[in-house]
């Protein structure tokens, strides 16, 4: 069974780091992407990072914030510099994980929170 567990969510004044880790466990992943959502908005996309190495950011992080990944330890990563205020909410980390064939899985984790004080 394939599971998805985030960690390093915590309370952060504006202008600090953090860095979000993602294990999955159960198989390897192709894609991962890390999304957020504040409360009473809807969950929105912040950054994917393929199997390719190819990596693709939210406007609102670019410059601020970096996804990679590490596949000999199957763990993903989401480095947040210089955060602010409007970047809390609960980060959810998405996998697209093969299957069997050609077909392939949309695995979730449970969310982990940041929150980014002023």
């Known amino acids: 069974q394939v599971q998805v567990v985030e960690s390093g969510g915590a309370l952060v004044q504006a202008g600090e780091s953090l860095r979000l880790s993602c294990l999955v466990s159960g198989s390897m992943f192709n894609t991962m992407a890390w999304y957020r959502q504040a409360p009473g908005k809807q969950r929105e996309l912040v950054a994917y990072?393929?199997?390719?190495?190819?990596?693709n950011y939210a406007d609102s992080v670019k410059g601020r914030f970096t996804i990679s990944r590490d596949n000999a330890k199957n763990t993903g990563y989401l480095q947040m510099n210089s955060l602010k205020p409007e970047d809390t909410g609960v980060y959810y980390c998405e996998t697209i994980v093969p299957t069997t064939g050609p077909y392939q899985a949309d695995i979730w984790g449970q969310g982990t929170q940041v929150t980014v004080s002023s």
């Open positions: 990072i393929r199997s390719t190495g190819i990596t």
